[in-house]
């Protein structure tokens, strides 16, 4: 467990957490001061978000360049607005945010990792840029090495504005959506 602000998540990947606590350790504190950090940011790399519990729209600050891995995962956020120069969003980012309902995706994304979006249930319209080559399943080990997608159960999801959408993702990409059975 890490808890930040009284509020408590767990990390099934214990190297991730350990990162993250490496990193507040270096700079010495063993808390994150929540008026001061509402964003943990190294090197351009956003690795946590710790605002306020009832924040639900979110900017990312500029000079971001990557979204880390589970950097909001399972936070009750409704719209994240990304600026320009993020160059990817790696696994599980958005992960389980359920609240989810908009995300703007800046023409700079190159990448979107495995389980990026996985399980952004009200989530219903993305926009992917130009820019990312494909959209790849992969295994995530402590989700029993089965193969995952990076909008998986994104039960709401029924638009999509990408080229060559079909050609361009792979089996488990859209699985549980109403937008993956109209690609069937």
């Given amino acids: 467990w890490v808890e930040m602000k009284g509020i408590k998540r767990y990390y099934n990947d214990l190297s991730h957490a350990s990162d993250i606590l490496s990193i507040l ?3 010495g504190f063993d808390w994150i001061n929540e008026e001061e950090h509402e964003f943990v940011i190294e090197d351009g790399r956003l690795l946590l978000y710790n605002g306020y519990p009832d924040t639900t729209d979110i900017v990312i600050p500029d000079g971001v360049t990557r979204i880390g891995r589970r950097a909001f995962y399972g936070i009750d ?10 160059e990817e969003i790696e696994k599980e980012a958005f992960g389980r945010c359920r609240s989810l309902e908009q995300i703007n995706i800046p023409p700079s994304v ?5 389980g990026a979006f996985r399980s952004c ?3 219903n319209h993305i926009a992917i840029p130009d820019a990312v ?4 399943d ?3 080990p402590y989700q029993r090495d089965r193969r ?3 909008f998986e159960f994104c039960k709401a999801l029924q638009d999509v504005t990408m080229k060559q959408v079909k050609e361009r993702s792979d089996e488990m990409t859209f699985y549980g959506t109403p937008f993956g059975e109209t690609l069937k």
């Fill in 138 to 140: 992969g295994i995530i």
């Fill in 133 to 136: 080559d494909r959209l790849r």
């Fill in 25 to 27: 350790h270096r700079y």
């Fill in 77 to 86: 956020v409704r719209t994240v607005t990304c600026p320009e120069g993020i």
């Fill in 121 to 123: 249930e009200v989530l």
């Fill in 148 to 150: 995952c997608g990076v």
């Fill in 110 to 114: 190159r990448k979107i990792g495995i």
